[in-house]
C-alpha cells in the first residue's frame, strides 16, 4: 500500500501515534465495566467544554454520516417543513436526507463561492416557515466556513429546529452550540479531533429530545436510546471502547494546547496557504476571504490542467490533496490543513511540490 510523505487530504486526516496507541489496550466488555461509562462521561465532558454547550451529547460509535441521518430521521416527520441552507455538497445533502425521510424540503441555495444573503434567508423563513432548518459550519467540498453565527438569531426568531453540522470546523474553529442556538450538532472524529473515522458524536436541546419523542424513530441510528444510557449504564449496543480512549487523548490535548490556540493555530495554516496559492496564480473558490475556512482550503484546477492529470502528479511527489464532488467535481481541489494536518512545515512542503509540479 502507498504512503505519503506529505497527506493534506481535508479528512480523513493523518492519526498522530499517540492517539492510535489507544487501541493496543486490551479493554474488558464496554457493556459491563463501570471504568467505560466513567470514560464516555468524561468525554461528553470534555465535548461540552470545547462545543461550548450544556445540551446533552452523545456519542456513537460509527462514521460521522450516522449522526447525519439519525439526527434527520429522529427528529423530523414526514410532511415537516425543512430549509435547507446549502453552499456545497453536505448542505444540499441533508435537504436530500429529509426528503428520503418525507419532509418537504425547500433548498436555499447560495450563489457560487458565497453564503445565503440575511435579507434572502429572513424572506424563506417568514414565508415558508421550516420546522427545521439545516446548515453546514465548514462546508468541506467548498472550503467554505459559513457565518453560523450571523445567522442564528434569525433562526432562533423563527423557532424552527436548529441542524449545524459542524464536523469538519469544531476544534480548529469556534462552535458555540448554545449561543448559536443549535439544537442538533453534528461532529466526527476523523477531522479536527485527528480520530480514525470510528466515532460522530451529537449535540441534543431539550427541544430536540422533544422532537425526538415526538417522533419515536427506532432503529441503530436513532437518537433516543442514547438519551440516559450511560446514567442507566445501558447502551443500545456494544459500545467502541478504543475509539473512546483515543478520543479522551485527542480532546484532552484539544483542551491542553487551548482552544483559542488551537484556532489561531489552524488560522495561522490557512492564511500561509491561501498566501502560497495567491503567489501561484491560482484562484480560491471562496469568493470572500472570510468565507475561506481555517480547516481546508479549495482552489480552482488552473487551467491547461485536469482533476486527475494534477492528483497523479502530486501523489507522483509524495503529496496527497483531496478532489471535490458533486457540482465542483473536476473544478476545484481541496488541502485539508485540519487537526494533526493544520501544521504550517507541513503545509510548507505541499505548496513546495505544487509550486514545483505547476512549474514543470
Ligand atoms: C467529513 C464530513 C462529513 C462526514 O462525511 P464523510 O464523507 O463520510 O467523511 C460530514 N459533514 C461534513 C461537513 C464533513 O466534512
Same mark, same amino acid.
Given at each position: 500500500?502507498?504512503?505519503?510523505?506529505?497527506? $493534506?487530504?481535508?479528512?480523513?486526516?493523518?492519526?498522530?501515534?499517540?492517539?492510535?496507541?489507544?487501541?493496543?489496550?486490551?479493554?474488558?466488555?464496554?457493556?459491563?465495566?463501570?471504568?467505560?461509562? *466513567?470514560?464516555?462521561?468524561?468525554?461528553?465532558?470534555?465535548?461540552?467544554?470545547?462545543?461550548?454547550?450544556?445540551?446533552?451529547?452523545?456519542?456513537?460509535?460509527? #462514521?460521522?454520516?450516522?449522526? $447525519?441521518?439519525?439526527?434527520?430521521?429522529?427528529?423530523?416527520?414526514?410532511?415537516?417543513?425543512?430549509?435547507?441552507?446549502?453552499?456545497?455538497?453536505?448542505?444540499?445533502?441533508?435537504?436530500?436526507?429529509? =426528503?428520503?425521510?418525507?419532509? =418537504?424540503?425547500?433548498?436555499?441555495?447560495?450563489?457560487?463561492?458565497?453564503?445565503? @444573503?440575511?435579507?434572502?434567508?429572513? !424572506?424563506?423563513?417568514?414565508?415558508?416557515?421550516?420546522?427545521?432548518?439545516?446548515?453546514?459550519?465548514?462546508?468541506?467540498?467548498?472550503?467554505?466556513?459559513?457565518?453560523?453565527?450571523?445567522?442564528?438569531?434569525?433562526?432562533? *426568531?423563527?423557532?424552527?429546529?436548529?441542524?449545524?453540522?459542524?464536523?469538519?470546523?469544531?476544534?480548529?474553529?469556534? +462552535?458555540?452550540?448554545?449561543?448559536?442556538?443549535?439544537?442538533?450538532?453534528?461532529?466526527?472524529?476523523?477531522?479536527?479531533?485527528?480520530?480514525?473515522?470510528?466515532?460522530?458524536?451529537?449535540? +441534543?436541546?431539550?427541544?430536540?429530545?422533544?422532537?425526538? @419523542?415526538?417522533?419515536?424513530? &427506532?432503529?441503530?441510528?436513532?437518537?433516543?436510546?442514547?438519551?440516559?444510557? @450511560?446514567?442507566? %449504564?445501558?447502551?443500545?449496543?456494544?459500545?467502541?471502547?478504543?475509539?473512546?480512549? &483515543?478520543?479522551?487523548?485527542?480532546?484532552?490535548?484539544?483542551?491542553?494546547?487551548?482552544?483559542?490556540?488551537?484556532?489561531? !493555530?489552524?488560522?495561522?495554516?490557512?492564511?500561509?496557504?491561501?498566501?502560497?496559492?495567491?503567489? %501561484?496564480?491560482?484562484?480560491?473558490? &471562496?469568493?470572500? @476571504? =472570510?468565507?475561506?475556512?481555517?480547516?481546508?482550503?479549495?482552489?480552482?484546477?488552473?487551467?491547461?490542467?485536469?482533476?486527475?492529470?494534477?492528483?497523479?502528479?502530486?501523489? #507522483?511527489?509524495?503529496?496527497?490533496?483531496?478532489?471535490?464532488?458533486?457540482?465542483?467535481?473536476?473544478?476545484?481541489? !481541496?488541502?485539508?490543513?485540519?487537526?494533526?494536518?493544520?501544521?504550517?512545515?507541513?503545509?510548507?512542503?505541499?505548496?513546495?511540490?505544487? *509550486?514545483?509540479?505547476?512549474?514543470?
Amino acid at each position: 500500500m502507498k504512503t505519503y510523505e506529505v497527506p $493534506l487530504v481535508p479528512g480523513p486526516v493523518s492519526v498522530p501515534v499517540k492517539f492510535r496507541e489507544a487501541y493496543m489496550t486490551d479493554f474488558g466488555s464496554s457493556d459491563l465495566e463501570k471504568d467505560f461509562y *466513567e470514560l464516555l462521561k468524561e468525554n461528553q465532558r470534555l465535548l461540552r467544554e470545547i462545543l461550548k454547550t450544556t445540551n446533552s451529547v452523545t456519542i456513537q460509535s460509527g #462514521e460521522a454520516m450516522l449522526v $447525519l441521518w439519525g439526527a434527520l430521521k429522529s427528529t423530523v416527520c414526514p410532511k415537516d417543513k425543512v430549509l435547507a441552507l446549502s453552499n456545497g455538497l453536505f448542505g444540499h445533502g441533508l435537504g436530500e436526507m429529509a =426528503e428520503a425521510v418525507g419532509a =418537504e424540503v425547500r433548498y436555499l441555495e447560495a450563489e457560487d463561492g458565497r453564503f445565503i @444573503e440575511k435579507n434572502i434567508l429572513q !424572506r424563506e423563513l417568514d414565508s415558508f416557515r421550516p420546522d427545521v432548518v439545516t446548515a453546514v459550519h465548514c462546508e468541506t467540498p467548498s472550503g467554505l466556513l459559513n457565518p453560523i453565527g450571523d445567522a442564528a438569531p434569525m433562526i432562533k *426568531e423563527s423557532e424552527a429546529l436548529f441542524c449545524v453540522d459542524f464536523v469538519a470546523s469544531a476544534g480548529g474553529s469556534d +462552535v458555540r452550540v448554545d449561543e448559536w442556538g443549535i439544537d442538533l450538532g453534528l461532529l466526527g472524529s476523523q477531522k479536527c479531533l485527528s480520530l480514525l473515522p470510528d466515532l460522530s458524536v451529537l449535540t +441534543v436541546s431539550e427541544r430536540a429530545w422533544r422532537a425526538a @419523542e415526538r417522533v419515536d424513530y &427506532a432503529g441503530y441510528d436513532a437518537v433516543l436510546p442514547w438519551r440516559d444510557a @450511560e446514567e442507566k %449504564m445501558e447502551m443500545p449496543c456494544t459500545h467502541n471502547w478504543h475509539a473512546n480512549a &483515543a478520543m479522551n487523548l485527542s480532546l484532552k490535548s484539544l483542551l491542553e494546547e487551548g482552544l483559542e490556540n488551537s484556532f489561531r !493555530r489552524h488560522n495561522e495554516t490557512a492564511v500561509y496557504c491561501r498566501s502560497r496559492i495567491a503567489s %501561484m496564480g491560482l484562484e480560491l473558490y &471562496a469568493r470572500e @476571504e =472570510e468565507l475561506a475556512s481555517p480547516t481546508v482550503t479549495a482552489v480552482r484546477i488552473p487551467s491547461g490542467w485536469t482533476w486527475p492529470r494534477l492528483d497523479a502528479s502530486l501523489r #507522483e511527489h509524495g503529496m496527497a490533496v483531496g478532489g471535490s464532488y458533486g457540482q465542483l467535481a473536476g473544478k476545484v481541489f !481541496r488541502i485539508g490543513h485540519m487537526g494533526s494536518q493544520a501544521d504550517i512545515g507541513l503545509v510548507r512542503k505541499g505548496m513546495d511540490i505544487l *509550486e514545483e509540479v505547476l512549474n514543470k
